[in-house]
């Protein structure tokens, strides 16, 4: 399994980015797909889920309604759109597929002024 995030940045409160998330070594449309976060000094975090089929996505309460997970099982790829970005959204963003313990190196994003 190999998972390879980028798209990561500094950016300021109310930026945008978008995360991809390059996955193989596995069948990736079988796969739920997850982000999670990690914060300097805090435990990793999920940020949002979204179902194999695409069929059904959850979010952590802190992001809904800014950002949006989406998935092209064609091109074995999970993106992460980020609108209105806060400081409080600094964090190492990994991406992970439900039921695997493989982690990527994640990327890093940097919300500040």
């Known amino acids: 399994v190999q998972l390879v995030e980028s798209g990561g940045g500094l950016v300021q409160p109310g930026g945008s980015l978008r995360l991809s998330c390059a996955a193989s070594?596995?069948?990736?449309?079988?796969?739920?797909m997850r982000w999670w976060r990690q914060a300097p000094g805090k435990e990793r975090e999920l940020v949002a889920h979204i179902t194999s089929d695409s069929a059904s996505t959850v979010y952590t309460d802190s992001v809904k309604g800014r950002f949006t997970i989406s998935r092209d099982n064609a091109k074995n790829m999970v993106y992460l759109q980020m609108n209105n970005l806060k400081p409080g959204d600094t964090a190492v963003y990994y991406c992970?597929?439900?039921?695997?313990?493989?982690w990527g190196l994640g990327t890093q994003v940097t919300v500040s002024s």
């Open positions: 070594g596995f069948t990736f449309s079988r796969y739920d």
């Open positions: 992970k597929p439900l039921g695997v313990q493989n």
